[in-house]
């Protein structure tokens, strides 16, 4: 198996890029992210790989932490989830996203991905609920669950899973209230810490 590559970037695509590496290009699948951020042809990279086995296929999908690596193999180990859905998974959210829409049980955050589905959502929380939520330092609330638009604004923003559920469960209970005023006192209550 091929842990890790280290060499020289030969060209990039929409969804892989060419790593040279003693003078043999290996073509590995990136999240967007990832190949967003890999640099340009001839920088010399290093990426850290899960080799993909099958009957009639070898392939390599890269990764630029051991962190994005071991949550990539975390999501294979969900029954009827695969590599390209695991990758598109990381391509649409960050990993603290990811963990955290688990931790919450935020089906609707997971849902808007291509090709997940509600049942795909769903079966992903219960399989991993135990194994990455319990990672979360904050135990999320029925508060965290309904404001999940909320979490996800706020993460997408650059706030951490922790300090998205931590704000959102100071957000007064007002049912009436609209996605953009929780957003906007969630991020008052951010400024002021």
Same mark, same amino acid.
């Given at each position: 198996?091929?842990?890790?590559?280290?060499?020289?970037?030969?060209?990039? #695509?929409? #969804?892989?890029?060419?790593?040279?590496?003693?003078?043999?290009?290996?073509?590995?699948?990136?999240?967007?992210?990832?190949?967003?951020?890999?640099?340009?042809?001839?920088?010399?990279?290093?990426?850290?790989?899960?080799?993909?086995?099958?009957?009639?296929?070898?392939?390599?999908?890269?990764?630029?932490?051991?962190?994005?690596?071991?949550?990539?193999?975390?999501?294979?180990?969900?029954?009827?989830?695969?590599?390209?859905?695991?990758?598109?998974?990381?391509?649409?959210?960050?990993? #603290?996203?990811?963990?955290?829409?688990?931790?919450?049980?935020?089906?609707?955050?997971? #849902?808007?991905?291509?090709?997940?589905?509600?049942?795909?959502?769903?079966?992903?929380?219960?399989?991993?609920?135990?194994?990455?939520?319990?990672g979360m330092a904050v135990t999320p609330t029925e508060e965290t669950k309904e404001n999940a638009d909320v979490l996800a604004a706020l993460t997408s923003l650059? !706030?951490s899973p922790m300090e998205a559920v931590k704000a959102v469960a100071n957000l007064p209970d007002d049912a009436k209230m609209k996605l953009e005023e929780k957003?906007?006192?969630?991020?008052? !209550?951010?400024?002021?810490?």
């Amino acid at each position: 198996m091929i842990a890790s590559l280290y060499g020289r970037v030969e060209s990039i #695509d929409s #969804d892989a890029a060419i790593i040279e590496v003693g003078g043999v290009g290996f073509k590995v699948y990136m999240p967007t992210s990832a190949l967003a951020n890999i640099g340009k042809p001839g920088d010399t990279v290093k990426v850290y790989t899960h080799t993909h086995v099958r009957e009639d296929n070898i392939t390599l999908y890269g990764f630029p932490t051991a962190e994005e690596l071991w949550l990539f193999e975390v999501l294979l180990g969900v029954s009827g989830l695969g590599p390209k859905l695991s990758l598109a998974m990381l391509s649409a959210l960050t990993p #603290d996203q990811i963990r955290m829409a688990i931790a919450t049980g935020s089906t609707e955050m997971l #849902d808007m991905i291509p090709g997940i589905g509600k049942k795909v959502a769903s079966r992903i929380i219960l399989e991993l609920k135990e194994k990455i939520g319990a990672g979360m330092a904050v135990t999320p609330t029925e508060e965290t669950k309904e404001n999940a638009d909320v979490l996800a604004a706020l993460t997408s923003l650059g !706030y951490s899973p922790m300090e998205a559920v931590k704000a959102v469960a100071n957000l007064p209970d007002d049912a009436k209230m609209k996605l953009e005023e929780k957003v906007k006192l969630a991020l008052q !209550y951010l400024g002021s810490r």
